[in-house]
């Protein structure tokens, strides 16, 4: 059952001033295997995270660079969640997270759906 949807768009160039005019922010938003990547995929990276929290319902227990997004062999983008955030999002219920990105055209996007296990009630369907 679908317990939440996040969604975020980030305009790359302003995000990329960001990043040369607040270094230290790289190390505060990133797990160290993202860090070394083009700034339109960093700002990728952030949409999903910030997607993530919405689809959460909030940033209570999740931090930033314990939300690693990779890639499934087939290409895939994934979330490898680790620390006090997977703890979090075990205790809210939640057994899969969905994402998608994108970027193009100066803009980066993300969507996540999260999931719990539980099979919907007669509330539920009615």
């Known amino acids: 059952m679908i317990v939440g949807i996040g969604v975020d768009l ?10 040369a005019r607040t270094p230290r922010l790289l190390a505060r938003l990133f797990a160290p ?11 990728a990276r952030y949409a999903a995270k910030e997607a993530l929290i919405k689809a959460l319902g909030g940033s209570e227990g999740v931090h930033w660079t314990d ?10 983008p994934a979330f490898a969640l680790s620390g006090e955030t997977a703890a979090t999002v075990a205790a809210r219920g939640i057994t899969a997270v969905h994402l998608s990105m994108s970027h193009d055209a ?17 509330e539920d369907t009615a």
Do not use: C, N, Q
């Open 10 to 19: 980030v305009d790359v160039p302003r995000f990329e001033a960001h990043l």
């Open 33 to 43: 295997a993202e860090r070394v990547l083009k700034p339109r995929s960093l700002a």
């Open 67 to 76: 939300i690693e997004v990779t890639s499934e062999p087939s290409g895939r």
């Open 106 to 122: 100066g803009l980066a996007t993300a969507y996540v759906i999260a999931e719990t296990g539980a099979p919907p009630t007669r």
